[in-house]
């Protein structure tokens, strides 16, 4: 089992910037890939971004290219997103979610998920 526990969301202006990281315990030496997910109301989960636990390797969403940044401390076993220039649009509640199977964008691939973290970006 991989436990996973997300922080740092909240409420920011347009053109802000919000951290979030993701810190993960248990059986971590079988993470493949972590990824960040959002659901905003009334919307399916989409796919944000996802890192590579050992090669770093890093895939984004185009919605959210050049804007936001994965990266991963594995002496902390913790994922970060860094948000910049936030839109109205990114508004949603994030998840952490970490796969031992593929690099992949599809959720269905994610066994384990953090409980979610707010992020509101107003306008």
């Known amino acids: 089992q991989v436990q996973l526990v997300e922080s740092g969301g909240g409420l920011v202006q347009a053109g802000g910037s919000l951290r979030l990281s993701c810190a993960a315990s248990?059986?971590?030496?079988?993470?493949?890939?972590m990824g960040w997910f959002r659901q905003a109301p009334g919307k399916e989960r989409e796919f944000v971004a996802a890192?590579?636990?050992?090669?770093?390797?890093?895939y984004y969403a185009d919605s959210v290219k050049g804007r936001f940044t994965i990266s991963r401390d594995n002496t902390k076993d913790t994922v970060y997103l860094q948000m910049n220039s936030l839109k109205p649009e990114d508004t949603a509640v994030y998840y952490c979610?970490?796969?031992?199977?593929?690099?992949?964008?599809?959720?269905?691939?994610?066994?384990?998920w953090g409980q979610g973290t707010q992020v509101t970006v107003s306008s």
């Open positions: 979610a970490a796969t031992g199977v593929v690099f992949t964008t599809n959720p269905s691939e994610y066994k384990y």
């Open positions: 890192i590579h636990w050992r090669s770093s390797s890093t």
């Open positions: 248990g059986r971590t030496f079988g993470v493949y890939a």
